[in-house]
C-alpha cells in the first residue's frame, strides 16, 4: 500500500476512534465484565487496526472488527496471566468458549450497551461523586482532567474516586444492565445529572481552542432521547427539552472564524427551529404533568428564550420569575448568578450588579469566571470603568477556555 494510502487508513482509524471508542469499550465491558480489561482490550484492538487495516484494508464494519479483535485480545492476555494465576484459565476458556455471562434485562428495556453502563456506572453503592464521575471517564471519555475541571477538584484526587469506584463494580459484583422498572425511578436523578454534564461539556467545552464538542451534546441527546423513551418522566422530558432548546441555537454561537457570539448578538435565522419546536413540545408536555423539577424549570426558561423573535422581546420577568421558583426548588449560587443577570435585564445593571456582589460577599463562585465575567459587564453598563477592568482582569486570570479568553481581552482592550 503506498504511503498516501496508509495514511488515508490511519486517518480513518482517527476517525473511527472518536466516533466509535466509547461504544467498543461499553461492549467489550459487557462482553468481558471488568472495566480495565476491556480499556486494555480496546487498545489492543486499535492498536491492531493501525497495523493491519493499511495491508487488510478497512473492514465493512468496523466497530464489529474491533470488538472482536478486543475480545479475543483479551481472551489471549487471561491466558498468558493465567501461568501466573490459575483463576484465570477458567474466565479464559469461558470467554474463548463464547459463553459470557449475560446481564439479566428486560426485554422492554433498551438495549444500548452505553445505557447499561451508565446505569452501572451510577450504581447505589457507589458514592454520588463517584458516579459521575466514572461514567463521564467511561462512558463519554472525558479525560481525568476535564471532570476534574467539571468538580473543581485536583486531578489525582478524582483519578481515585475512579479507580475506587471500578473497584467497588468489581468487588461488589455489580451487574451491567438495566435496573427493572420498579428500581428506575430512584437511579434517574443520577443519571440525568451525568447526561446534563456531558452535554455541557460538549455545549461548553471546559478547556481548549473550541467553544464546542458536538460529538458530545449529540451523545447526550442520544442518551437523552433514549431515557425518554425508557421513562417519560416530566424531568427526563425537562432535560432532552433543555438540551435541545440549547443545542439549536449552537451555529450561531460561534463566529466563522470561532469566536464568541454572545446570545444578544446571534443570528437568530441561523438556530434550529425544529429543534426548538421539538423542545418546546417536550416543556408543554412536561408541565402538563404539574410536577416540575429543576430540569422542567430550566428548559422553560430556556424555551422563554428560544421562542423570542428578537433580545427586545425577550420576556425577561418570565424569566425572573422561573429563576425564583427554582431558587426555591434547587438553590445553587450557579443559579442565583443566572437569576442576577436576569434581574439586570429586567430592572437595570445596578440591580443586577447588587445581586451579584451578594453572592461573591458570601465567598460564593470566587473562582468561577463567569461571575467575574458578568460583574465585569454590568459595571462596564454602569460606567465604572476601572472597576470593569479589575473584574475582566479577574475573569481572565480564571478562565481556561481560549475563546473566552478572546472575549475577554477583546472586553478589556475596549475599555
Known amino acids: 500500500m503506498s504511503e498516501d494510502a496508509t495514511e488515508r487508513v490511519r486517518e480513518m482509524v482517527d476517525a473511527v476512534y472518536r ?13 468481558l465484565g471488568d472495566f480495565d480489561l476491556a480499556e486494555e482490550a480496546l487498545h489492543d484492538a486499535f492498536t491492531a487496526a493501525v497495523e493491519r487495516w493499511p495491508d487488510d484494508g478497512v473492514p465493512a464494519n468496523p466497530r464489529a472488527w474491533l470488538v472482536s479483535t478486543g475480545r479475543f485480545k483479551a481472551i489471549d492476555q ?5 501461568r501466573f494465576d490459575a483463576s484465570l484459565a477458567s ?16 426485554d422492554d428495556a433498551v438495549e444500548d450497551d452505553r445505557l447499561r453502563l451508565i446505569f452501572t456506572c451510577c450504581h447505589p453503592a457507589l458514592p454520588p461523586d463517584a458516579r459521575v464521575a466514572l461514567t463521564l471517564r467511561e462512558v463519554c471519555g472525558l479525560t481525568t482532567e476535564e471532570i476534574a475541571r467539571a468538580f473543581l477538584t485536583a486531578p489525582p484526587t478524582l483519578a481515585q474516586r475512579i479507580v475506587r469506584a471500578k473497584g467497588k463494580i468489581r468487588d461488589a459484583g455489580i451487574p451491567y444492565q438495566v435496573p427493572g422498572r420498579t428500581d428506575l425511578p430512584e437511579r434517574l436523578d443520577t443519571v440525568l445529572q451525568v447526561v446534563y454534564l456531558v452535554f455541557n461539556e460538549g455545549y461548553s467545552a471546559s478547556a481548549g481552542a473550541a467553544v464546542t464538542r458536538p460529538d458530545l451534546s449529540a451523545e447526550a441527546i442520544r442518551l437523552g432521547r433514549l431515557l425518554v423513551e425508557l421513562l417519560p418522566d416530566p424531568e427526563v422530558l425537562g432535560l432532552l427539552a433543555l438540551m435541545l432548546l440549547h443545542d439549536a441555537r449552537r451555529a450561531a454561537r460561534t463566529s466563522r472564524d470561532g469566536e464568541i457570539v454572545l446570545l444578544d448578538d446571534q443570528d437568530r435565522s441561523l438556530w434550529d427551529r425544529g429543534q426548538i419546536a421539538e423542545g418546546v413540545a417536550l416543556v408543554e408536555r412536561a408541565l402538563a404533568a404539574r410536577r416540575a ?6 428548559a422553560a426558561i430556556a424555551a422563554v428564550h428560544a421562542e423570542a423573535a428578537t433580545p427586545a422581546a425577550t420576556d425577561w420577568a418570565e424569566i425572573v420569575g422561573l429563576y425564583d421558583v427554582l431558587l426555591r426548588l434547587a438553590p445553587s449560587p450557579v443559579v442565583e448568578l443566572n437569576r442576577a443577570a436576569a434581574v439586570a435585564m429586567r430592572d437595570g445593571p445596578e440591580a443586577g450588579l447588587t445581586a451579584v456582589d451578594a453572592i461573591l460577599a458570601r465567598g460564593e463562585l470566587g473562582d468561577y469566571h463567569l461571575a467575574h465575567s458578568a460583574r465585569g459587564e454590568l459595571l462596564r453598563r454602569l460606567g465604572r470603568r476601572d472597576e470593569a477592568i479589575a473584574a475582566y482582569r479577574r475573569a481572565l486570570a480564571l478562565a481556561v477556555q481560549d475563546p473566552e479568553r478572546r472575549l475577554l481581552e477583546k472586553r478589556l482592550h475596549g475599555l
Open 91 to 106: 474466565l479464559a476458556d469461558r470467554l474463548g468458549d463464547g459463553v459470557t455471562p449475560a446481564p439479566d434485562v428486560d
Open 19 to 31: 466516533a466509535e471508542s466509547r461504544r467498543v469499550l461499553a461492549t467489550l465491558i459487557r462482553l
Open 293 to 298: 423539577g429543576p430540569y422542567v424549570l430550566q
Open 78 to 82: 487471561l491466558r498468558r496471566r493465567a
